[in-house]
Each structure stands twice: as C-alpha cells, then as structure tokens.
Nanobody, 124 residues
C-alpha cells in the first residue's frame, strides 16, 4: 500500500518561494506507470491540479501556474518536490501530493492515492 506524506513550511511570506516535498513509501516513483502530482485546495474553493511528474521523469504543468511552478524528484530518496515562486496570499491552501494512474485523472483529481495534505499560509 503506497503512502504519501507532504512536508514543508506552514507559513510563507509574500514574494517568497514555497517548497514542498512529498515522501513516498510502499512504492517507487520510477515504476508502475504512475503520475505523481501536486494539488491544492484554497479555503472555500475547489481542488486545483498544479503539476505532475511521471514515472519516466517527464513533467506536466497547469498552464495557469506554469510560469511560477517547478516539479522535480529525488529518486534516491523516493521523493518529489514542488516549488512555487512569487507567492501571494491567494496561494494560501491545503497542498496535497497524490499518485494517479493517468494524467487525465490527476488533472481532474479523480481517484488516486493521496497524502493527508499540509496547510500553507502566505502572510507577512
């Protein structure tokens, strides 16, 4: 049974870069034809898919966030990381990492295996 755990700062100042890490156990991020994603949910709003990195290492981005977002992985640690630059209070959200069998499912937040989420607040 795969398990995902998000980690990162709970509070970030405006204009800074947010960095979040997802540690995966119970399965390798380089096998199984999965897409490893970051998804967020701002307070009172729906989920928003941000980015994904495939088992192959290929990366995919939400066009609305692409200019500020970078996803990468450390295969030696079985982790993948999200960086979001130039944050504003509108980036305040619960951030989730998740695994999906298809990129379409990731973009729609359908099914998959999810971490518990981590709250990130952007405030000075």
């Amino acid at each position: 049974q795969v398990q995902l755990q998000e980690s990162g700062p709970g509070l970030v100042k405006p204009s800074q870069t947010l960095s979040l890490t997802c540690t995966v156990s119970g399965g390798s991020i380089t096998t199984g034809y999965y897409y490893w994603s970051w998804i967020r949910q701002p307070p009172g709003k729906g989920r928003e898919w941000m980015a994904a990195i495939a088992y192959s290492g290929a990366d995919y981005y939400n066009p609305s966030l692409k200019s500020r977002t970078s996803i990468s992985r450390d295969t030696s640690k079985n982790q993948f990381t999200l960086q979001l630059s130039s944050v504003t209070p509108e980036d305040t959200a619960v951030y989730y990492c998740a695994r999906f069998r298809a990129l379409r499912d990731a973009r729609l937040s359908l099914g998959g295996s999810w971490g518990q989420g981590t709250q990130v607040t952007v405030s000075s």
